[in-house]
């Protein structure tokens, strides 16, 4: 079996749980307990997490907060929900190191590119907080431009279904699930997988992204293992 270098983006949502909201310390846990089991396979392993269950640029701005600031509280949610998983992976003894796209010493160092696959060959998984560091831009555009950085082999985006579809599953039943699909087609069906600017940075840098149900457990490690779940997107 071959190792990867991955990069995990995993929805603030996720580590909310059923609490819709805040983190779920179980969902944090039971995600440490994978993102562990996948490095011990051999794995390199950086995450990029988004802050919805605790602040949202979007909705923020929605609220009255002009976007700059809204989104520079969205950056900050990103950074608490990255610290909660840096200490529940060390909890396991999983060595891990948060970097932050803004300076923020002593709370995780400062990103760097290096310094990240530096840290991925030592064995540590690396959190990487605070989106592009700029606003305007999603967490789904930060994941794929630091894939795209740190040379990583595939983008895996945890969602809580398992691939993409026709349409949405939650909504038509008949929907029907990709087991491959090409940047191209996305684009022409108006599939809603990330934002414009996160697909167009994935297609133009040959970026490959499987999405699968993160929220199952056993998924990510059978992931790791070689096993092709959820739908590939890729260029021609």
Known sequence: MAKRRVLLKLSGESLAGARKEGIDKSCLDSYAAAIKESVLLGNEIAIVIGGGNI?????????????????????????????????????????????????????????????????????????????????????????????????ADLMLKGTRVDGIYT???????SAKRFERITYDEVYARELKIMDLTAMTLARDNGLRIRVFNMDQEGNLVRLMKGEPLGTLVENE
């Open 167 to 173: 349409a949405d599953p939650e909504k038509d039943p």
């Open 55 to 151: 602040f949202r640029g979007m909705a923020g701005a929605a609220s009255g907060f002009d976007r700059v600031t809204g989104d520079s509280m969205g950056m900050l949610a990103t950074v608490i929900n990255s610290l909660a998983l840096t200490a529940s992976l060390q909890a396991i003894g999983q060595d891990a190191l948060l970097l932050t796209a803004h300076p923020m010493s002593p709370i995780g160092s400062h990103y760097s590119a290096p310094v990240a696959k530096q840290a991925l060959r030592e064995g540590k998984v690396v959190l990487i907080a605070g989106g592009t560091g700029n606003p305007f831009f999603t967490t789904d555009t930060a994941s794929v431009l630091r894939a795209i950085e740190i040379g």
